[in-house]
């Protein structure tokens, strides 16, 4: 005969329950932190980069605002989304050679041109917003220092299929395939036309990748590369060589 309460029965059926729900809880739990660590995995990012500016005054500690602005932006830049920053106003010497078949823009354009609105070496890095800046890229950085642009890779070039014909030490940039990021923490693959080229033409941002977002692991000889100067890989990824 069992003299037990009834309420014991229930309390033993309770813990039971308690049990498997305490076992789903903790296998649930395990589930969705393993998930979120995935989802969160830090990317190529522009955050702690040479472009990242928040640590400067003049920035007031953000990182786009020096080139980007979600307010009265500058609208005559159509190559980059709500641009910020003043344009260069120097007038270039471009890159010139007879074995060059490609069509070449008489000055800088573009994307190009926005990056030489730094790196031009005498538009200030902090005139942005209407501002005039006091802060200048120099050495090495500068690339269009004294308006030279002679001894660079031409930039601002029509690059398609007629131009690889017409030169076969070029690959047909519609077919021949690329993978920008390798090796780094977000990859993308596509052809060189896709992936490399801004409106058709070889650009600065045709090897470098302003936002450190597709480039594989970098050094201070490789800034924001797209593709590895490795045996020379960045190279040959265009030049049929």
């Excluded at 903790?26 to 830090?42: D, K, P």
């Excluded at 269009?144 to 299929?161: M, Q, R, V, W």
Aim: proline residues 4%; aromatic residues 6%.
């Amino acid at each position: 005969m069992n003299n037990k309460p009834a309420y014991t029965k229930d309390l033993r059926k309770w813990g039971k329950t308690m049990k498997k729900n305490n076992v789903f809880s903790i296998v649930l739990s395990a589930l969705l932190i393993s998930l979120f660590s995935i989802a969160n995995v830090t990317a190529g990012s522009i955050t702690g980069t040479a472009h990242d500016l928040s640590a400067q005054g003049y920035s007031g500690g953000q990182v786009c605002v020096v080139c980007h602005t979600p307010h009265n932006s500058d609208t005559s830049v159509t190559d980059a989304p709500l641009w910020n920053h003043a344009l260069t106003a120097q007038t270039f010497s471009m890159y010139s050679s007879g074995n060059l078949d490609a069509t070449q823009d008489t000055q800088p354009t573009g994307t190009s041109k926005l990056c030489l609105s730094c790196h031009d070496g005498v538009t200030a890095i902090d005139s942005f917003g209407g501002n005039t800046g006091s802060n200048f890229v120099g050495g090495s950085k500068a690339i269009g220092a004294g308006d030279n642009l002679t001894d660079d890779h031409p930039i601002s070039i029509t690059y398609n299929t007629a131009l690889s014909v017409t030169d076969p030490g070029l690959y047909d940039p519609a077919t021949r395939a690329v993978t920008i990021g390798e090796n780094g923490d977000k990859t993308r693959s596509g052809t060189v036309a896709a992936l490399l080229l801004s409106s058709g033409k070889v650009q600065c941002t045709s090897c470098h990748d302003v936002h450190n977002n597709f480039v594989g692991p970098g050094t201070n000889d490789q800034p924001f590369l797209k593709v590895s100067k490795g045996s020379s890989k960045l190279c040959l990824t265009c030049h049929n060589k």
